[in-house]
C-alpha cells in the first residue's frame, strides 16, 4: 500500500509555544489529506480536510485559528497548534487520499503524540 | 445513532476465526474499510469492499457486505496473536470526501 509519513512521532512542549506537525505522502500525490485526533481508547476525531491549493476544511468546533493547516504541494500537508494547552495533549493522525481507478482509499500516517507541560 | 457501529471487544482462541461486525447508516455508501490499529500506531489499511461487491478475499481475510441490511463483517482465518489490535470499520459518504469511523473492535488473543 501507499506510504505516508509524519514527523515528528512525538513531540513535548511547554504551554503557550506553537507546534508543527507534518505529513508527507511518500510515493503518490494526494490533493486531499485529512488530520485527525484520537483521545486514548476511542475513535478517530476528524478536525479538518485540507486540500492542496486552497483553504482547509474545519469540522464543526474545530478552532481554524488554534489548527492551522497548510497543504502546500501534492505530497504535504502540515497541522501547526499554536498556543498550545494541557489540553490540546493527544494523538494526532493525519491521511492521505488516493484515488486510483475505481479505488479510493486513505493511507494513514503513524501518527504524532503532542504533550503539553 | 451513530454513523458507524461495532462491538467495542472479541476475544478468541489462537487458531480459531474471529469474526467482527460493522453496521452503517449510508445507504449510499460507496466504499467500506476495514482498518488496523496497533497501540500507539497509525491506522494500516487492511481491506476495502467497492459497494458493489458481497464478498473480498485476500489471505486470511474475509469481507462480507450484506447491503441490504447495512452490515459489513471482516473474517480472520486462523488468528494468531500478531492479530491483536484495534480493528475499525469504516464508510466513505456517498457525499464528499469524508470516511465515517467507527469507534474500533479490541480484539484480544487467547493463547
Known amino acids: 500500500g501507499a506510504v505516508v509519513s509524519q514527523h515528528p512521532s512525538r513531540v513535548i512542549c511547554k504551554s503557550g509555544t506553537s507546534v508543527k506537525i507534518e505529513c508527507r505522502s511518500l510515493d503518490f500525490q494526494a490533493t486531499t489529506m485529512f488530520w485527525y485526533r484520537q483521545f486514548p481508547k476511542q475513535s478517530l476525531m476528524l478536525m479538518a480536510t485540507?486540500?492542496?491549493?486552497?483553504?482547509?476544511?474545519?469540522e464543526q468546533g474545530v478552532e481554524k485559528d488554534k489548527f492551522l493547516i497548510n497543504h502546500a504541494s501534492l505530497t504535504l500537508s502540515t497541522l501547526t497548534v499554536t498556543s498550545a494547552h494541557p489540553e490540546d495533549s493527544s494523538f494526532y493522525i493525519c491521511?492521505?487520499?488516493?484515488?486510483?481507478?475505481?479505488?479510493?482509499?486513505?493511507?494513514f500516517g503513524p501518527g504524532t503524540r503532542l504533550t503539553v507541560l | 445513532g451513530e454513523d458507524v457501529e461495532q462491538s467495542l471487544f472479541l476475544s478468541v482462541r489462537e487458531g480459531d476465526s474471529s469474526v467482527i461486525n460493522c453496521t452503517y447508516t449510508?445507504?449510499?455508501?460507496?466504499?467500506l474499510y476495514w482498518y488496523k490499529q496497533e497501540p500507539g500506531a497509525g491506522l494500516q489499511l487492511l481491506t476495502y469492499i467497492f459497494s458493489n461487491m458481497d464478498m473480498k478475499q485476500d489471505q486470511r481475510l474475509t469481507v462480507l457486505l450484506n447491503k441490504k441490511d447495512k452490515h459489513l463483517s471482516l473474517r480472520i482465518a486462523d488468528t494468531q496473536t500478531g492479530d491483536s489490535a484495534i480493528y475499525f470499520c469504516?464508510?466513505?459518504?456517498?457525499?464528499?470526501?469524508?470516511?465515517?469511523f467507527g469507534k474500533g473492535t479490541r480484539l484480544h488473543i487467547l493463547p
Open positions: 469504516a464508510e466513505k459518504k456517498s457525499v464528499g470526501d469524508k470516511i465515517i
Open positions: 485540507s486540500n492542496e491549493g486552497s483553504k482547509a476544511t474545519y
Open positions: 449510508d445507504s449510499s455508501s460507496t466504499y
Open positions: 491521511s492521505a487520499r488516493q484515488t486510483s481507478g475505481r479505488a479510493d482509499t486513505q493511507y
